[in-house]
């Protein structure tokens, strides 16, 4: 039992209201390493997720998930449950802040393009027909594995690290650093020159203008210096 969690990759909560659906489901998950959680309604879903009391009082953000919860991976729901479909679910969870990314998947026996379409637009992954077969659920893997690292980088910024003397070292100026040099390298090389050449840029247009106003300034003063000794000589003549 334990090797078999040490193999699970990913968490997924499995929602449906047929026993033999969520069996079929479940084992089919099993067997692509994940962890599944399986509840009959969209109701269970909201509570176990900690969004029950929200539902109730309008407000998805009134009970806190725990910290497993938060782990979750992946929501797959029966479209048509009774008291909550799992269309009205995929909208509670779109509305609450701590599980709008989490990716959602609806399964329907009835193939209906208008609801696939309602679906897909609400933020669903993806639509499966029933029966789901162990292809359809491969196609979940790289969404599964966008959550997990996604949720990695959040235990690393938010859980401190432990030196040799037991103390807790801060981690947040490491992540920092990181992610600046990310940013870093994200930016165009030519980014690092591109002030010194503005700069030589500024300082031959003024070196450039300097040079015409001395030129312009000798040219007037050879223009006026011309024409005076034929007016010392007109006035002599006279």
């Not at 196609?139 to 030196?163: A, C, G, R, V, Y």
């Not at 040079?211 to 034929?230: A, F, H, I, Q, Y």
Request: proline share 6%.
């Amino acid at each position: 039992m334990g090797m078999a969690a040490a193999e699970c990759q990913f968490h997924v909560l499995a929602v449906d209201d047929s026993l033999v659906d969520r069996k079929l489901i479940e084992r089919l998950l099993q067997k692509s390493s994940c962890q599944v959680t399986t509840v009959d309604s969209g109701y269970k879903a909201l509570e176990f997720l900690g969004l029950r009391q929200g539902t109730e009082s309008n407000d998805p953000t009134a009970l806190s998930p725990s910290p497993q919860v938060r782990k979750m991976n992946l929501i797959i729901t029966d479209y048509c449950m009774p008291g909550m479909t799992g269309y009205d679910l995929l909208k509670k969870l779109k509305e609450s802040p701590a599980f709008k990314n989490i990716p959602v998947v609806i399964m329907s026996s009835e193939n209906v393009p208008a609801r696939i379409s309602r679906c897909l637009e609400e933020g669903a992954e993806e639509f499966f027909l029933k029966p789901v077969r162990l292809a359809d659920l491969n196609k979940l893997k790289p969404h599964m594995m966008k959550t997990k690292l996604k949720n990695q980088k959040l235990e690393e910024i938010i859980t401190p690290s432990n030196d040799e003397n037991g103390t807790v070292a801060a981690v947040e100026p490491e992540i920092k650093d990181s992610v600046e040099m990310e940013i870093i390298k994200m930016l165009p090389i030519q980014s690092e020159t591109e002030p010194k050449r503005v700069l030589l840029q500024v300082v031959q247009q003024e070196e450039q203008m300097l040079s015409n106003n001395k030129r312009k300034s000798m040219e007037e003063g050879l223009s006026t210096d011309r024409p005076r000794p034929r007016l010392e000589g007109i006035a002599t003549a006279v």
